[in-house]
């Protein structure tokens, strides 16, 4: 048997077809429907057309979609998901109206990624695990008894969204102090754009020529790695942030292991040694989760959308 696993995204939507040991038999890729995304369905089941082909009627036995927004307890529609135009969308049975043999499951692209570090990745035999993706939000997942954890109230989880600093920065979602606001890899690129205003002269405004639009986290990095005072700061105050993040979902769940994905991810010990150590400072139990890198990468929802089906069978 074959599972089908999409990702959309807002640039591209990418497909695979996977076996029963998570092994990718094909995969195809396409452009976002940009403005049209009425035309999603349509367009997966287009794609599903093309993994599939050559497979017996009946060899493929779910189809699993990961997109990046919320989505209702009923896990039917996407409430919204601002990258893709989806509001209110009920996506899950516009799509299950194209697949008449093999049922169609929704889930959010973060929790779907830790799903898919837990059969592939870094929480290969994990009971309870947490997945940070350090991007332009905050996104996350938890595995708890093995499997996805979709909440007591099926609303899920939004690490992202705990509150990390009381009098902070508003968050997107308009309150204040989201760890969000301190932990994605976009606030370490607010900050040191702010850092770079206030302090001229550094190798910050050095290398960007003058234009702040041409900070991101990586640049900060590569700052911070030259030891640059302003980047090395900012960074600093970034690990303060994730590693108090970590250390509350230590003391929280006290999962075995947490994983770091997104871009930021890439700065490798230079940002897990920091994070680590402070982690280990702020944790209640002196034996804690391991901080590790995520596995996946780009695949990761695409794998997790695929796995959906049995998960929930669980
Ligand atoms: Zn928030």
Redesign the pocket.
Known sequence: MFNAGFDIGGSHIAGGLYDARCNLVRRVDEPFPQGRPEEVPALVARMAGELCEGLARGALESVGLAVPGSIDRARERVINAYNLGFHDFPLRARVQERFPDAPVLLGNDADLAALAELHAGAFIGAQCAVLLTLGTGLGGGIIINGRLWRGGMGNGCEI??TILDMSGEI???G?RG?A?TRCAASALAREARAAARARPGTLINERTGGDPEKIDAKFVVDCARAGDAAALFVFDRYTDALSSAAASLINTLDPEVIALGGGLSGAGEFLFAPVREKTRKKSFYREHARIVPAVLGNDAGMLGAALLYDDDKK
């Open positions: 992202g969204h968050c997107t979602c309150v989201c969000e």
